[in-house]
């Protein structure tokens, strides 16, 4: 698969947004389940956000309300619109392709094999 490619973090005070950006292969954009996974040193990575090829969304817990998963038809672009943000939102964010395409919420992290490089959110108290 061609690689994912993320743009769009930064460093933001607390109750800022910031929206993430993934280009993914239109092969793989119109077909599989995608996602947003974070990861803070030290700890395990966290799956954010996911979306259906048919647009079906899901969220963590900690994140609903806020933080909204979206894709751009005719740009292959997966969106993650972070807003109210806070400090335990800082982390590396990856957007992820998985070879399923159904049940997308209920996918783990080992089901997803293509990762784009990361990009670093930051939110200042």
């Known amino acids: 698969q061609a690689p994912l490619v993320e743009s769009g973090g930064g460093s933001v005070q607390a109750g800022g947004s910031l929206r993430l950006s993934c280009i993914i292969s239109?092969?793989?954009?119109?077909?599989?389940?995608l996602g947003w996974f974070r990861q803070v040193p030290g700890k395990e990575r966290e799956g954010v956000a996911t979306?259906?090829?048919?647009?079906?969304?899901s969220y963590a817990d900690s994140v609903k309300g806020r933080f909204t998963i979206s894709k751009e038809n005719a740009a292959n672009t997966l969106y993650l619109q972070m807003n109210s943000l806070q400090p335990e939102d800082t982390a590396m964010y990856f957007c992820?392709?998985?070879?399923?395409?159904?049940?997308?919420?209920?996918?783990?992290?080992?089901?997803?094999?293509?990762w784009g490089q990361g990009t670093q959110v930051t939110v200042s108290s």
């Open positions: 992820a392709a998985a070879r399923h395409s159904v049940n997308c919420g209920g996918l783990t992290e080992s089901d997803y094999n293509s």
């Open positions: 239109r092969y793989t954009y119109s077909t599989y389940c």
């Open positions: 979306i259906a090829p048919y647009g079906s969304t």
